[in-house]
């Protein structure tokens, strides 16, 4: 389920009618409060595990993310992060809290988790093929294998880890932390047809498998057919086929002068692993303006950082060579015009076009699906763009047996998506082996426990860090460019982990709110920091969002609405800046507001296995 | 007692004043009073009044006497000047305060023992004296501060937490400002900033001795089923005369009401209040009818509120006194010394 879809607790408000009382009873009411959680696509609890973090229990706050997101090491150097923009800071002050840093934390300074791992129950007959050994298929196999199943993946690689072992760097993320935590999946009894190319889905199925999983990636990097592309085939590179030769040992050096075309995250990996391997110039070329460059800006600044030019609004003519050899590319300059609906052409600026020189050029445009080896008769269908008829929510594909997830499912993401799908396809590989209706979803598992231990203590740290994001420490530059394996991003010390941790906000501790012991005294009112409560006549939503202290524009951040109260008011609370410092509930005298802690855990397969 | 100091950070939307200030810059040190206790929301109905105004809090002094209420200049206007007075004295170090320096606002904050009891004599000489200042008293009928003893101001028909029976007769210390003759008396309820903050701005701009009696309830002491000063009872009981909306002089008034139900009044720095009459048989202007009305009312088991009496001709103890309009601590040393020439007239007339 997308998040952004749904519109939880609010009841029907109807248009031009009073505010309903807000439903706190529905599990995603409090949830969207987490933003991070929130916005997370496995819906990791991020404010529990950073709170174990200030408390030195690394090895739960490991197990936390576990649960979730099956790669806390990996994730805590590569996650794209969607939780950090959604991050409640950033609406507070500035910058969002460095969840994903503190992740890593987790993962550098656990101790033993053996003893943590699931019991694997006895095999029960059931086979399940997972077709590619990237992020998706591996937490189906994570998932399925300790209830029992006996779960086969297959790879055309030698190893496991899909593109996070083909694709993403060394200086972003060491082998050993990648072979730890795949390698925890592949020991839950995994059978491995690695170094195995599928060319037949239909002969995977001929097997007997009781359910096939697909996830093979977005495995094609798109061409750049202009003038000269053929002649130049020799220094011409598809990013992604360039990043897996030289992770897999087959490519070790560059020319000297390499311009990398593409403004994304494989073109950040491409100019920074040319830097290393003998690039000396290297520029990175976008058609599109700078800030519309869809590389993470995190992404661009470790760029940046390490000298590498970013020109912007060029868009390559001609791939310039002499004597058959690449000599440069030529680039019409260009510049975005917008029209009145916003949307951005780019209208040539009529200058010459420019000149670079290089000796290689890599090209980092976009990657595609590619399913050359699934058979289009066997009852799966593909849409118009040659894409799988894939189930939002069930990851079924109009083969009752066939599910996808990950990069096959809906194009490329990332791995936390992948990860939030291989966790849903397992859950509905499950229900179609037990017999049940796959579009029946187990509730989310949630607890909502009052964090009160005394008059004004709780038992979270409610005093708000008025810190600055901290920086993680960085590699030597000149050593970090001297070897590609060595990592570039030091992480957190313990030090600054703690630091860092004290700036969450702690927003699932929840402010919840009793209507009948509210006497009205306003002490809640006065007291907020952030002029979040307001007591007001009620009022259709759009004129109570104008009415209260601090009009609430923000229209994604709920408003929480109570009963009727004697004086015929009710209380609104703009859930949009509430530091969830508690000040409320220690102010009123009635104990109307509590602060609760409301945890969120997603159903995983393991959870309808052992209930009803 | 909260633990925590208030976080720093503020709505990112918060609006500014002229100054380019918050409201939560009028703020004071985190509240020590009991949860719930109705003198915090006084407080924050000075810090919204002094950021409407876009007062510069160094140019203002707070003063108090002992009591619960008598704490609370702690938590509002951390960069005003402040005076913690004894018991009861809050008014004499006030009118010693104005004539030294005429250029600062004064808020005096008591509570009703504080005010009623130990120190009648003061605020019946204060007010009479037209000291220029906002003098608030925050009203719950009991001593919270010494553990909730009824006060002077507690209704006799109000009983005690445990059902005590109180035996004395209640002072009405708005009935007596007026009495007295104070130029700005008005009551309000803690629970009520809608009404509160026109007043607290009103009175501020006032020249002369502005009072007002603020209800306030004492939610550890007197706030149950039987009080008079509980947030319920004063809820169910109170009867708005006058509804006050203090205009800036750079606005014009734009709501229109029915005619003879508005009355404008200009304020010495130009600002207009406009009243509204809640009630078409009071006025504000007639010192007897609104003494007579109150206590009628309150016969009747009513609590009147709203702007009680207003009267913008009266001199102010300074005017009174025929002093100098410069503030003497800025008076040097020739301002000070006569002359030998006028000192040997007072010499002579005097001998
Ligand atoms: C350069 C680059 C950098 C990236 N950096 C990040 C990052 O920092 N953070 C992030 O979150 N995401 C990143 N991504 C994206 C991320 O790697 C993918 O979204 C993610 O790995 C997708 O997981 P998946 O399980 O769907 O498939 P993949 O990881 O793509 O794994 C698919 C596997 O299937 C195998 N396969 C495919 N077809 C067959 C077949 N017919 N037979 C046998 N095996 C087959 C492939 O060999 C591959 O191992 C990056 C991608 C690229 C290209
Ligand atoms: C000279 C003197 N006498 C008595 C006291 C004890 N005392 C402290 S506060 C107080 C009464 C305060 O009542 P009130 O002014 O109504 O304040 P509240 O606490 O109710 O706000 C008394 C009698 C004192 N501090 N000093
Ligand atoms: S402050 Fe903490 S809990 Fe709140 S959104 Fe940010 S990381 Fe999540
Ligand atoms: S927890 Fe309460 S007092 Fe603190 S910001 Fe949120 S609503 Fe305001
Ligand atoms: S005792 Fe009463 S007056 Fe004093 S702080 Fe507590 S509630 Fe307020
Ligand atoms: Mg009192």
Redesign the pocket.
């Given at each position: 389920m997308s998040p952004d879809e749904h519109r939880p607790g609010a009841g029907a408000n109807a248009p031009g009618t009073h505010m309903r009382p807000t439903d706190i009873t529905d599990p995603q009411y409090f949830h969207k409060v987490v933003d991070c959680q929130w916005a997370c696509p496995a819906h990791t609890p991020v404010p529990e595990y950073i709170r174990m973090i200030a408390q030195g229990r690394y090895t739960d706050a490991y197990m936390v993310n576990w649960e979730s997101n099956v790669f806390p090491g990996i994730l805590g150097r590569t996650c794209d992060r969607p939780c950090e923009p959604a991050c409640r800071r950033v609406r507070v002050e500035d910058k969002p809290v460095a969840i994903c840093r503190l992740k890593r934390v987790a993962a550098d300074y656990r101790g033993d988790i053996e003893h943590l791992m699931p019991e694997i129950a006895s095999p029960n007959g059931r086979r399940i093929a997972c077709i590619g050994g990237g992020p998706a298929s591996l937490t189906v196999a994570r998932d399925l294998a300790p209830l029992g199943y006996h779960v086969v993946v297959y790879d055309r690689d030698a190893k496991g880890g899909g593109m996070m072992r083909s694709q993403i760097p060394a200086f972003r993320l060491p082998q050993s932390v990648l072979d730890e935590e795949v390698d925890r999946i592949l020991d839950f009894g995994i059978e491995t047809r690695f170094d195995t190319d599928v060319t037949s889905l239909q002969s995977v199925l001929d097997e007997g498998y009781d359910a096939v999983f697909v996830g093979t990636g977005a495995p094609r990097g798109r061409d750049l057919q202009i003038p000269g592309r053929d002649e130049v085939a020799e220094n011409f590179h598809i990013g992604i086929d360039w990043l897996m030769s030289v992770a897999f040992g087959h490519t070790d050096t560059v020319g000297r002068r390499v311009i990398v075309l593409g403004g994304g995250n494989t073109a950040m990996d491409c100019c920074r692993t040319a830097m290393r391997l003998g690039g000396e110039d290297v520029k990175v070329i976008v058609r599109s303006p700078f800030e519309e460059m869809k590389a993470s800006p995190w992404e661009i600044e470790d760029a940046q950082r390490e000298d590498i030019e970013i020109l912007n609004n060029h868009v390559p003519l001609e791939f310039v060579h002499e004597n058959g050899r690449l000599v440069g590319v030529t680039f019409e300059k260009v510049r975005p015009v917008y029209d009145d609906t916003g949307r951005r052409r780019l209208v040539p600026t009529g200058e010459e076009p420019a000149f670079f020189p290089c000796d290689d050029v890599l090209c980092a445009i976009g990657q595609e699906n590619h399913f050359p080896w699934i058979e289009r008769d066997i009852g799966l269908e593909f849409d118009k763009w040659d894409m799988p008829v894939v189930d939002r929510v069930t990851f079924r594909s109009t083969h009752p047996r066939v599910f996808f997830g990950g990069d096959a499912a809906f194009g490329p993401e990332n791995i936390i998506w992948a990860v939030a799908h291989g966790h849903q396809a397992a859950i509905s590989i499950d229900r179609l082996c037990e017999g049940r209706d796959l579009s029946e979803r187990l509730a989310p598992h949630v607890t909502l426990v009052s964090q009160k231990m005394g008059m004004h203590e709780w038992s979270y740290h409610n005093m708000i860090s008025e810190d600055q994001r901290y920086l993680v420490p960085h590699a030597d530059k000149a050593l970090a460019l001297g070897d590609i394996r060595m990592e570039v991003e030091l992480g957190f010390d313990e030090r600054l982990g703690f630091d860092e941790a004290m700036r969450c906000l702690n927003c699932d501790v929840q402010t919840v709110f009793e209507t009948g012991r509210c006497i009205e005294c306003d002490a809640c009112v006065d007291v907020c920091p952030v002029d979040c409560i307001n007591f007001i006549n009620n009022a259709p939503e759009p004129e109570l969002r104008q009415q209260i202290r601090v009009p609430a524009l923000d229209e994604s951040q709920d408003l929480y609405v109570s009963d009727d109260l004697p004086t015929g008011r009710v209380m609104v609370k703009d859930e949009d800046v509430c530091l969830h410092c508690g000040l409320c509930a220690e102010r009123c005298p009635t104990a109307a507001w509590d602060m609760k802690k409301f945890l969120y855990h997603e159903a995983k397969a393991q959870n309808q296995r052992l209930g009803p | 007692m909260s633990f925590v100091s208030k976080p720093r950070f503020h709505h990112p939307r918060l609006p500014r004043n002229s100054l380019g200030l918050t409201r939560r810059d009028y703020e004071g040190a985190m509240s020590t009073l009991c949860a719930g206790c109705g003198?915090d929301s006084v407080s924050a109905a000075i810090v919204e009044a002094c950021f409407e105004l876009d007062l510069p809090a160094h140019r203002l002094a707070k003063l108090s006497?002992?009591?619960?209420?008598?704490k609370t200049p702690t938590y509002f206007l951390s960069k005003s000047h402040g005076f913690n007075s004894?018991?009861?004295r809050m008014a004499s170090v006030a009118t010693g305060a104005n004539l030294a320096n005429c250029d600062l606002t004064y808020v005096g904050v008591?509570?009703?023992?504080?005010?009623a009891?130990?120190g009648l004599g003061q605020f019946a000489h204060a007010v009479r004296r037209q000291v220029d200042m906002l003098y608030v008293v925050?009203?719950?009928g009991?001593?919270?501060?010494?553990k909730g003893?009824f006060?002077a101001t507690n209704d006799r028909v109000s009983v005690g937490r445990k059902g005590q029976r109180n035996a004395f007769e209640a002072i009405d210390l708005a009935v007596m400002a007026i009495q007295l003759g104070a130029s700005f008396v008005a009551r309000g309820f803690s629970g009520d900033k809608d009404q509160l903050v026109p007043l607290i701005k009103a009175a501020l701009t006032h020249k002369g001795f502005a009072f007002i009696d603020v209800i306030?309830p004492?939610v550890t002491f007197n706030n149950h089923y039987g009080s008079t000063k509980s947030f319920e009872f004063v809820r169910d009981h109170e009867h708005s005369v006058l509804a006050t909306d203090y205009v800036p002089y750079h606005e014009t008034i734009t709501a229109s009401y029915a005619e003879g139900e508005v009355i404008d009044v200009t304020l010495h720095n130009q600002c207009r209040l406009r009243l509204r009459k809640l009630d078409s048989d009071y006025d504000p202007g007639d010192p007897v009818g609104a003494v007579r009305y109150i206590m009628d009312r309150q016969a009747q088991g009513e609590v009147v509120t709203g702007l009680l009496y207003l009267d913008t001709g009266d001199e102010d103890l300074r005017g009174k006194l025929e002093m100098t309009s410069r503030p003497l601590n800025s008076l040097d040393e020739d301002a000070l010394r006569p002359s030998p020439e006028v000192l040997e007239a007072i010499n002579v007339s005097l001998r």
């Amino acid at each position: 389920m997308s998040p952004d879809e749904h519109r939880p607790g609010a009841g029907a408000n109807a248009p031009g009618t009073h505010m309903r009382p807000t439903d706190i009873t529905d599990p995603q009411y409090f949830h969207k409060v987490v933003d991070c959680q929130w916005a997370c696509p496995a819906h990791t609890p991020v404010p529990e595990y950073i709170r174990m973090i200030a408390q030195g229990r690394y090895t739960d706050a490991y197990m936390v993310n576990w649960e979730s997101n099956v790669f806390p090491g990996i994730l805590g150097r590569t996650c794209d992060r969607p939780c950090e923009p959604a991050c409640r800071r950033v609406r507070v002050e500035d910058k969002p809290v460095a969840i994903c840093r503190l992740k890593r934390v987790a993962a550098d300074y656990r101790g033993d988790i053996e003893h943590l791992m699931p019991e694997i129950a006895s095999p029960n007959g059931r086979r399940i093929a997972c077709i590619g050994g990237g992020p998706a298929s591996l937490t189906v196999a994570r998932d399925l294998a300790p209830l029992g199943y006996h779960v086969v993946v297959y790879d055309r690689d030698a190893k496991g880890g899909g593109m996070m072992r083909s694709q993403i760097p060394a200086f972003r993320l060491p082998q050993s932390v990648l072979d730890e935590e795949v390698d925890r999946i592949l020991d839950f009894g995994i059978e491995t047809r690695f170094d195995t190319d599928v060319t037949s889905l239909q002969s995977v199925l001929d097997e007997g498998y009781d359910a096939v999983f697909v996830g093979t990636g977005a495995p094609r990097g798109r061409d750049l057919q202009i003038p000269g592309r053929d002649e130049v085939a020799e220094n011409f590179h598809i990013g992604i086929d360039w990043l897996m030769s030289v992770a897999f040992g087959h490519t070790d050096t560059v020319g000297r002068r390499v311009i990398v075309l593409g403004g994304g995250n494989t073109a950040m990996d491409c100019c920074r692993t040319a830097m290393r391997l003998g690039g000396e110039d290297v520029k990175v070329i976008v058609r599109s303006p700078f800030e519309e460059m869809k590389a993470s800006p995190w992404e661009i600044e470790d760029a940046q950082r390490e000298d590498i030019e970013i020109l912007n609004n060029h868009v390559p003519l001609e791939f310039v060579h002499e004597n058959g050899r690449l000599v440069g590319v030529t680039f019409e300059k260009v510049r975005p015009v917008y029209d009145d609906t916003g949307r951005r052409r780019l209208v040539p600026t009529g200058e010459e076009p420019a000149f670079f020189p290089c000796d290689d050029v890599l090209c980092a445009i976009g990657q595609e699906n590619h399913f050359p080896w699934i058979e289009r008769d066997i009852g799966l269908e593909f849409d118009k763009w040659d894409m799988p008829v894939v189930d939002r929510v069930t990851f079924r594909s109009t083969h009752p047996r066939v599910f996808f997830g990950g990069d096959a499912a809906f194009g490329p993401e990332n791995i936390i998506w992948a990860v939030a799908h291989g966790h849903q396809a397992a859950i509905s590989i499950d229900r179609l082996c037990e017999g049940r209706d796959l579009s029946e979803r187990l509730a989310p598992h949630v607890t909502l426990v009052s964090q009160k231990m005394g008059m004004h203590e709780w038992s979270y740290h409610n005093m708000i860090s008025e810190d600055q994001r901290y920086l993680v420490p960085h590699a030597d530059k000149a050593l970090a460019l001297g070897d590609i394996r060595m990592e570039v991003e030091l992480g957190f010390d313990e030090r600054l982990g703690f630091d860092e941790a004290m700036r969450c906000l702690n927003c699932d501790v929840q402010t919840v709110f009793e209507t009948g012991r509210c006497i009205e005294c306003d002490a809640c009112v006065d007291v907020c920091p952030v002029d979040c409560i307001n007591f007001i006549n009620n009022a259709p939503e759009p004129e109570l969002r104008q009415q209260i202290r601090v009009p609430a524009l923000d229209e994604s951040q709920d408003l929480y609405v109570s009963d009727d109260l004697p004086t015929g008011r009710v209380m609104v609370k703009d859930e949009d800046v509430c530091l969830h410092c508690g000040l409320c509930a220690e102010r009123c005298p009635t104990a109307a507001w509590d602060m609760k802690k409301f945890l969120y855990h997603e159903a995983k397969a393991q959870n309808q296995r052992l209930g009803p | 007692m909260s633990f925590v100091s208030k976080p720093r950070f503020h709505h990112p939307r918060l609006p500014r004043n002229s100054l380019g200030l918050t409201r939560r810059d009028y703020e004071g040190a985190m509240s020590t009073l009991c949860a719930g206790c109705g003198h915090d929301s006084v407080s924050a109905a000075i810090v919204e009044a002094c950021f409407e105004l876009d007062l510069p809090a160094h140019r203002l002094a707070k003063l108090s006497g002992i009591g619960c209420s008598s704490k609370t200049p702690t938590y509002f206007l951390s960069k005003s000047h402040g005076f913690n007075s004894v018991h009861g004295r809050m008014a004499s170090v006030a009118t010693g305060a104005n004539l030294a320096n005429c250029d600062l606002t004064y808020v005096g904050v008591s509570g009703d023992g504080d005010t009623a009891s130990i120190g009648l004599g003061q605020f019946a000489h204060a007010v009479r004296r037209q000291v220029d200042m906002l003098y608030v008293v925050e009203n719950n009928g009991t001593y919270g501060l010494t553990k909730g003893q009824f006060s002077a101001t507690n209704d006799r028909v109000s009983v005690g937490r445990k059902g005590q029976r109180n035996a004395f007769e209640a002072i009405d210390l708005a009935v007596m400002a007026i009495q007295l003759g104070a130029s700005f008396v008005a009551r309000g309820f803690s629970g009520d900033k809608d009404q509160l903050v026109p007043l607290i701005k009103a009175a501020l701009t006032h020249k002369g001795f502005a009072f007002i009696d603020v209800i306030s309830p004492c939610v550890t002491f007197n706030n149950h089923y039987g009080s008079t000063k509980s947030f319920e009872f004063v809820r169910d009981h109170e009867h708005s005369v006058l509804a006050t909306d203090y205009v800036p002089y750079h606005e014009t008034i734009t709501a229109s009401y029915a005619e003879g139900e508005v009355i404008d009044v200009t304020l010495h720095n130009q600002c207009r209040l406009r009243l509204r009459k809640l009630d078409s048989d009071y006025d504000p202007g007639d010192p007897v009818g609104a003494v007579r009305y109150i206590m009628d009312r309150q016969a009747q088991g009513e609590v009147v509120t709203g702007l009680l009496y207003l009267d913008t001709g009266d001199e102010d103890l300074r005017g009174k006194l025929e002093m100098t309009s410069r503030p003497l601590n800025s008076l040097d040393e020739d301002a000070l010394r006569p002359s030998p020439e006028v000192l040997e007239a007072i010499n002579v007339s005097l001998r």
